[in-house]
């Protein structure tokens, strides 16, 4: 998918903080149908946080059981509010030894291209946050992926 593509994802009317359980049957059609796809997006990566204890990670406050959020964009001079955000659960991040906070610090830093895979999954908490610090709801969670191109290749982090 293009990066444009999935910032500009239309939100379907009715999704709102409230549970989903109370969302409308159309919104929840519509939400299913992009969250059931898989997707592979290009761009740089602008910033990386480790989340604070969530529900989904039981609310664990030791850092190997958090989410790492990741501002993803279109160009490395993008702003926050320009870009997608990409999470990296820990469940998945204990299968990828590479998935540091060193080596994607050294991504951001040195604004190498990345190619980020993973499912979409509309983040309904955030919508305040539009054109602040990010461009959609919509995000790419979790990430299954990360390549870096590199002397003209993709290669895996």
């Known amino acids: ?3 444009d593509d999935l910032a500009q994802l239309e939100v379907p009317d009715g999704a709102s903080k409230k549970h989903r359980a109370k969302w409308p049957d159309s919104t ?7 969250e059931q796809k898989a997707v592979r997006v290009i761009g740089f ?3 990386k946080k480790l989340e604070g204890p969530e529900s989904p990670n039981c609310h664990s406050t030791a850092p190997a059981n958090r989410d790492f959020h990741i501002w993803l964009s279109n160009s490395a001079d993008d702003d926050k509010s ?8 820990p469940r998945i991040r204990a299968q990828h030894p590479a998935w540091t906070s ?3 610090n ?5 604004k190498a291209q990345v190619r980020i895979s993973g499912w979409i999954l509309l983040d309904p908490e955030h919508p305040d946050q539009v054109g602040k610090t990010r461009a959609t709801i919509w995000e790419i969670h979790p990430i299954l992926k990360v390549e ?7 290669k895996e982090l």
């Open 148 to 154: 870096v191109f590199t002397s003209g290749q993709w």
């Open 82 to 89: 320009d870009a997608i955000v990409v999470e990296i659960t």
């Open 102 to 104: 060193t080596n994607l």
């Open 28 to 34: 929840l059609a519509a939400v299913a149908a992009e």
């Open 45 to 47: 990566l602008l910033k």
């Open 1 to 3: 998918m293009h990066f």
């Open 106 to 110: 050294k991504l951001i830093t040195n």
